[in-house]
């Protein structure tokens, strides 16, 4: 089994920080890609950041020169540090996670973590 469990969401003001964290854990082999993606109310499920297992970085455009992603693949963690936070970033923030497991160690497929709430309001 493989377990996503993301951390560190809360209410915050517009224009403050808030940093979340995510560790993977279980019978892993291999992680490809981790990242964050959120939903709004009535909203679907969007892309907020990526970063590959070589440290290369995706962003939404809505989140550039605001968030910043990062990994540490010998912790199978994954953080978002979230700057400059605006009431449109609230939402729910999914851990995700491409990897493989030793019974299928090349065949990868996508994790989710239970999701943390964020909301940006004064």
């Known amino acids: 089994q493989v377990q996503l469990v993301e951390s560190g969401g809360g209410l915050v003001q517009p224009g403050g920080s808030l940093r979340l964290s995510c560790a993977a854990s279980?019978?892993?082999?291999?992680?490809?890609?981790m990242g964050w993606y959120r939903q709004a109310p009535g909203k679907e499920r969007e892309l907020v950041a990526l970063?590959?297992?070589?440290?290369?970085?995706t962003y939404a455009d809505s989140v550039k020169d605001r968030f910043t992603v990062s990994r540490d693949s010998a912790k199978n963690t994954v953080s978002l540090r979230m700057n400059s936070l605006k009431p449109e970033d609230t939402g729910v923030y999914y851990c995700?996670?491409?990897?493989?497991?030793?019974?299928?160690?090349?065949?990868?497929?996508?994790?989710w973590g239970q999701g943390t709430q964020v909301t940006v309001s004064s």
């Open positions: 279980g019978s892993i082999f291999s992680i490809n890609n």
């Open positions: 970063i590959s297992s070589i440290g290369l970085t």
């Open positions: 995700y996670a491409h990897l493989s497991t030793p019974s299928r160690s090349n065949w990868f497929r996508a994790y």
